[in-house]
């Protein structure tokens, strides 16, 4: 089983940024191979905003636009999703998911939220105009 714990969330003013963390744990923590971030905004469906997986490639939705940058500590089994230049959009409650079993994107977003098997309660983000 694996555990994850999301933190960093919070309220920013437009413009301003975040940093998300996400923790895995559990005896089957030591199998995940790709972790990712997707948000939800209440009456619409779960989106994905940034994976990566153990070699490092990552993929990030139209949306992020260079302002969002994922990152991973391997030795720590944590994942990180720096935000700036939040925009009143993005305000939303932020997942973060992993799974052992990557796919070969090559760069395109490719995953979808069916790709993940386990998944943390989620950290608000509240942007602010």
């Known amino acids: 089983q694996v555990h994850l714990a999301e933190s960093g969330g919070g309220s920013v003013r437009a413009g301003g940024f975040l940093r998300l963390s996400c923790a895995a744990s559990?005896?089957?923590?030591?199998?995940?191979?790709?972790m990712g971030w997707f948000r939800q905004v209440p009456g619409q469906t779960r989106e994905r905003v940034a994976t990566i997986d153990s070699d490092g490639e990552t993929t990030y939705a139209d949306f992020v636009q260079g302002r969002f940058t994922i990152s991973q500590d391997n030795a720590k089994d944590a994942v990180y999703l720096q935000m700036n230049s939040l925009k009143p959009e993005d305000t939303a409650m932020y997942y973060c998911?992993?799974?052992?079993?990557?796919?070969?994107?090559?760069?395109?977003?490719?995953?979808?939220?069916?790709?993940?098997?386990?998944w943390g309660q989620g950290t608000q983000v509240t942007v602010s105009s």
């Open positions: 559990g005896g089957d923590a030591n199998t995940i191979l790709v």
């Open positions: 998911a992993a799974d052992p079993s990557p796919l070969d994107c090559d760069g395109v977003p490719c995953y979808t939220e069916e790709d993940f098997t386990y």
